[in-house]
């Protein structure tokens, strides 16, 4: 069967550290991989996305790479600071029209 | 300001009766999507819609229905057949209806749905 998982447990780090989230995939063959963060009680956010051809995207402190060999993306956040502390989404598209989500990895940096 | 917006924010439903949850967005957005979250879940797909009058089924859609007679409405009916309604939904929209998958999808504040 087709499934996007992201680790269940929390991650807890120290502000200052690099937090790195996983997502691996199953039975796709993405050509997108998305990362979206959200707060308790809030929709999701966008943060990033890269393509298949892309090996790692930058956007300040975030960085992702997306491996399709193995079916996995790294998400990373360097230089966390307690604001960063929320739980953390990948999405990949299915076929040629659904977006689909993993089920989110909660992030928590303490000072 | 353009987004998108879900309505309302929280929502009280009796058992057996149905609800319709409001999702409207002003982004030209050709696809919109119904996502259902339970408590430290993932997000599961209910209904999507690539274009004005065709919508397809998610992964959960017994109990649900939708419509999308206006290119910016995408309105979901929770349905007394739905076993287990209670739970947080969001709507969400992206620009294109195809590689949905390259286009960023935004949405909306959730509307919280409790059986009581």
């Known amino acids: 069967s087709q499934k996007i998982e992201q680790n269940s447990e929390a991650l807890n780090i120290q502000e200052g550290k690099t937090a790195t989230l996983t997502c691996n995939y199953t039975?796709?063959?993405?050509?997108?991989l998305q990362w979206y963060r959200q707060d308790p009680g809030r929709g999701p956010v966008f943060l990033l996305l890269i393509r298949e051809n892309e090996k790692e995207k930058r956007k300040e402190r975030l960085k992702v790479t997306f491996d399709t060999t193995l079916k996995q993306s790294l998400f990373h956040i360097t230089a966390s600071q307690p604001a960063d502390s929320a739980t953390y989404l990948c999405a990949l598209q299915t076929g040629t029209d659904k977006l689909i989500f993993g089920t989110g990895t909660r992030l928590q940096v303490f000072p | 300001d353009g987004g998108i917006t879900q309505s309302p924010k929280y929502l009280f439903r009796k058992e057996g009766q149905n609800v319709t949850l409001s999702c409207e967005q002003n982004?030209?957005?050709?696809?919109m999507y119904w996502y259902r979250q339970d408590p430290g879940q993932g997000l599961r797909l209910i209904y999507y819609?690539?274009?004005?009058?065709?919508?397809q089924k998610g992964d959960i859609a017994e109990g649900y229905s939708v419509s999308r007679e206006k290119k910016e409405s995408f309105p979901l009916t929770v349905t007394s057949a739905q076993k287990n309604p209670t739970a947080f939904y969001l709507c969400?929209?992206?620009?294109?209806?195809?590689?949905?998958?390259?286009?960023?999808?935004?949405f909306g504040q959730g509307t919280r749905l409790t059986v009581v």
């Open positions: 982004l030209n957005h050709d696809a």
């Open positions: 819609s690539q274009i004005v009058n065709d919508f």
């Open positions: 969400a929209s992206s620009l294109t209806r195809d590689r949905v998958g390259d286009t960023e999808a935004f």
């Open positions: 039975n796709y063959s993405p050509a997108y």
